[in-house]
């Protein structure tokens, strides 16, 4: 059993290594990405996956894009850390 958890440990580490992030659930922004702006490798009980979003190059200093952001994506509700949803709603 225990060669079998070192092997998904070092699939977790090599995920982690290959994104360049800090750790598992740490969003981490990618201004050389040509469209995505952030990255982040998401742990959701044994499930590990690598979601990359957000839009390159939006800022949000005008009035109302927070607000108009959060009720398009429907941030209120519950979605999967494995969603890149959940990352963009987090962020913003």
Known sequence: MAAKKSSKTSKVAAAVKRAGVSGVNKP??????PTKSHVVVAKEGDTVK????????VK???SGKVE????????????SKLSARYW???NW
């Not at 690598?50 to 190059?57: I, L």
Request: proline share 6%; with cysteine.
């Open 28 to 33: 981490k922004r990618t201004p050389n990405h």
């Open 50 to 57: 690598t979601v990359r979003f957000g839009q390159q190059g």
């Open 60 to 62: 949000k200093k005008q």
């Open 68 to 79: 108009s952001f959060r009720a398009r994506h429907k941030c209120d509700s519950k979605p």
């Open 88 to 90: 963009s709603c987090r």
